[in-house]
């Protein structure tokens, strides 16, 4: 990796970066891998980044139909936290979370991960009776949760109202103060970047059509840009997780559907932290840029578009303003779609396909990014070794079949954040 001075830093800049190198090769495919990771967004990237670095695997190549973060990993709200209710993912995503507070170090490069805390706000009594009964659960495995007090609220985040007849009184909270956010673009490039420096060869514009399958097992992948042969195939597409699957003759139970965001104009800072709730599903944060980031419930309808409808904008701004007033004198600066792809227990999907050779990380309904480093952890232990991580082992895909469900409220695919 060509390095530069303070001064050559300027000069490339002002050339308009005409002299930087690669942060990563474009190499033509081969013929043939020991393994094949379809989808070059953040799952894909981590779990051949951690094939190469934890493994020493170096035959292996991510397939990325568009560009690199151009799919989910850039279409997010950042939020980066461990403080579920259900055990299983209280595992797998403080196991992830360890990982974040180490990745930039890790990867050398800067995932601006920021431990400003997240709060889940508690609007009545049974709500926050619910926080307590979930802080106690997250302690009792070692998480951090702390219990607040209306009038900690307040002084955290003096800017929500707090007045008796605001719209959604505020009781109380429960933070994490581990929890954050990260930018989701440095998160794809760093892994990209390390990836391709252990000898990963990263394929864009490389669309899976097919797959080569004989006897019940996978010996490859069929693509826009030829046949290309693998011992063993991961498939980490997010929202077309079905579709691929699919290719190949599965039929999983996942529904994909659409996830909006979307962003103010960029202010001085005024949010801290992350805000969420127990009873709404609106979320709140301040980007680095001052821009306030803004989420809420995906539109809930089966599609493959990244175009949203607007009532669910309207209802998100709405939740938005009555928790936190000044927001409404802010303009929107922009809005964006992913496609998420919707387990029916909210839970994802790890491990073993019933095609011999195949694997699948899915089913991340709108917590994908939060488990980005964990999540390519241990599908890259999967796909060494043949066997699941025994974090990762109850999120197998046979669970539906035996109703092992991991249903973190009882509200199937909005379980995820709620």
Same mark, same amino acid.
């Given at each position: 990796?060509?390095?530069?001075?303070?001064?050559?830093?300027?000069?490339?800049?002002?050339? !308009? &970066?005409?002299?930087?190198?690669?942060?990563?090769?474009?190499?033509?495919?081969?013929?043939?891998?020991?393994?094949?990771?379809?989808?070059?967004?953040? &799952?894909?990237?981590?779990?051949?980044?951690?094939?190469?670095?934890?493994? !020493?695997?170096?035959?292996?190549?991510?397939?990325?139909?568009?560009?690199?973060?151009?799919?989910? /990993?850039?279409?997010?709200?950042?939020?980066?936290?461990?403080?579920?209710?259900?055990?299983?993912?209280?595992?797998?995503?403080?196991?992830?979370?360890?990982?974040?507070?180490? $990745?930039?170090?890790?990867?050398?490069?800067?995932?601006?991960?920021?431990?400003?805390?997240?709060?889940?706000?508690?609007?009545?009594?049974?709500?926050?009776?619910?926080?307590?009964?979930?802080?106690?659960?997250?302690?009792? &495995?070692?998480?951090?949760?702390?219990?607040?007090?209306?009038?900690?609220?307040?002084?955290?985040?003096?800017?929500?109202?707090?007045?008796?007849?605001?719209?959604?009184?505020?009781?109380?909270?429960?933070?994490?103060?581990?929890?954050? /956010?990260?930018?989701?673009?440095?998160?794809?490039?760093?892994?990209?970047?390390?990836?391709?420096?252990?000898?990963?060869?990263?394929?864009?514009?490389?669309?899976?059509?097919?797959?080569?399958?004989?006897?019940?097992?996978?010996?490859?992948?069929?693509?826009?840009?030829? /046949?290309?042969?693998?011992?063993?195939?991961?498939?980490?597409?997010? !929202?077309?997780?079905?579709?691929?699957?699919?290719?190949?003759?599965?039929?999983?139970?996942?529904?994909?559907?659409?996830?909006?965001? *979307?962003?103010?104009?960029?202010?001085?800072? $005024?949010?801290?932290?992350?805000? $969420?709730?127990?009873?709404? &599903?609106?979320?709140?944060?301040?980007?680095?840029?001052?821009?306030?980031?803004?989420?809420?419930?995906?539109?809930?309808?089966? /599609?493959?578009?990244?175009?949203?409808?607007? $009532?669910?904008?309207?209802?998100?701004?709405?939740?938005?303003?009555?928790?936190?007033?000044?927001?409404?004198?802010?303009?929107?600066?922009?809005?964006?779609?992913?496609?998420?792809?919707?387990?029916?227990?909210?839970?994802?999907?790890?491990?073993?396909?019933?095609?011999?050779?195949?694997?699948?990380? !899915?089913?991340?309904?709108?917590?994908? *990014?939060?488990?980005?480093?964990?999540?390519?952890?241990?599908?890259?232990?999967?796909?060494?070794?043949?066997?699941?991580?025994?974090?990762?082992?109850? *999120?197998?895909?046979?669970? *539906?079949?035996?109703?092992?469900?991991?249903?973190?409220?009882?509200?199937?695919?909005?379980?995820?954040?709620?």
């Amino acid at each position: 990796m060509k390095r530069y001075s303070t001064l050559g830093l300027l000069k490339a800049g002002l050339s !308009g &970066h005409r002299d930087w190198p690669r942060a990563w090769r474009d190499p033509e495919p081969r013929s043939r891998y020991d393994i094949v990771v379809i989808g070059g967004g953040g &799952h894909g990237l981590a779990t051949a980044y951690y094939l190469a670095r934890q493994h !020493g695997i170096g035959s292996v190549a991510v397939l990325e139909r568009g560009w690199i973060g151009g799919g989910n /990993t850039g279409r997010n709200t950042t939020i980066v936290r461990s403080n579920y209710r259900q055990p299983q993912l209280q595992r797998l995503l403080e196991y992830s979370l360890k990982l974040w507070e180490g $990745m930039t170090q890790e990867l050398n490069y800067n995932v601006m991960f920021s431990q400003r805390g997240a709060v889940f706000l508690g609007h009545s009594d049974s709500d926050m009776t619910r926080l307590a009964e979930r802080g106690d659960a997250l302690r009792a &495995h070692g998480i951090d949760a702390e219990l607040m007090t209306r009038a900690e609220v307040a002084r955290l985040i003096p800017v929500l109202d707090m007045s008796p007849d605001a719209r959604f009184p505020v009781q109380g909270g429960l933070i994490q103060r581990r929890g954050g /956010t990260a930018r989701h673009d440095a998160v794809a490039w760093g892994y990209a970047r390390a990836a391709d420096a252990l000898g990963v060869d990263i394929i864009q514009n490389c669309e899976v059509t097919g797959f080569s399958i004989r006897g019940g097992r996978v010996e490859g992948v069929e693509t826009t840009r030829g /046949t290309i042969g693998a011992d063993r195939v991961g498939i980490c597409v997010a !929202g077309h997780s079905g579709q691929v699957a699919g290719l190949a003759g599965l039929k999983l139970p996942i529904e994909s559907h659409l996830l909006q965001a *979307f962003v103010s104009e960029p202010i001085k800072p $005024m949010i801290d932290t992350v805000i $969420m709730s127990q009873s709404i &599903h609106c979320y709140i944060s301040q980007s680095d840029k001052g821009e306030i980031v803004l989420g809420g419930d995906p539109d809930l309808y089966p /599609t493959y578009s990244q175009r949203g409808v607007p $009532m669910r904008l309207e209802e998100v701004a709405s939740q938005a303003i009555a928790l936190v007033p000044a927001l409404s004198r802010l303009r929107m600066l922009r809005s964006w779609a992913g496609t998420t792809d919707m387990s029916f227990d909210g839970s994802p999907i790890i491990g073993d396909t019933p095609i011999e050779g195949l694997y699948l990380n !899915g089913g991340w309904c709108y917590g994908g *990014f939060k488990a980005t480093p964990g999540s390519g952890r241990l599908f890259a232990h999967h796909l060494a070794g043949g066997e699941a991580h025994e974090i990762a082992a109850p *999120f197998a895909l046979d669970r *539906f079949a035996r109703g092992a469900t991991i249903d973190e409220t009882g509200a199937g695919p909005k379980a995820q954040d709620r």
